[in-house]
């Protein structure tokens, strides 16, 4: 196993990892603060998770290229498609999506940020499970 194979799953590995717990507890918890407590929320998630976010979102753009460089094997190329998708609906409608629940709390806009999520979840799981596969294959 080469070390692109080793920094490519660990690096899809700690995203997946990550975006099971905003999945399955912070996003959650976000129907539970009070209208009258959102905007303070928001604001402390967002300054709590950003720097998180750049580590993370890091680690694998540095990890798909090395293995990209390298000439991935057909599951490595779908581990760094897979991630690709996460941080493009990131980039596309979660960034976006979270601007405008800064102003307001509104359901049908915090319903899109869920559905996002969903989205990057399942694309980082993918993507860790491609990696693996890559590298034990």
Avoid at 13 to 29: D, I, K, M, N
Avoid at 107 to 127: G, I, N, Q, S, Y
């Amino acid at each position: 196993m080469s070390s692109s194979d080793v920094g490519l799953v660990a690096a899809t590995a700690v995203h997946a990892g990550f975006q099971l717990v905003v999945t399955v507890l912070v996003y959650p918890g976000f129907a539970t603060v009070p209208s009258e407590a959102w905007a303070a929320h928001h604001a402390a998630h967002g300054r709590r998770i950003t720097s998180l976010v750049a580590v993370v979102y890091t680690g694998v753009i540095v990890a798909s290229g090395a293995a990209l460089l390298r000439g991935p094997s057909p599951a490595q190329v779908l581990s760094v498609a897979a991630s690709a998708v996460a941080l493009v609906v990131t980039a596309v409608v979660a960034a976006p999506t979270h601007r405008r629940l800064a102003v307001a709390r509104d359901p049908r806009v915090l319903r899109r940020l869920l559905t996002a999520d969903r989205v990057r979840c399942a694309a980082a799981l993918a993507a860790a499970g491609a990696a693996v596969a890559g590298a034990v294959g």
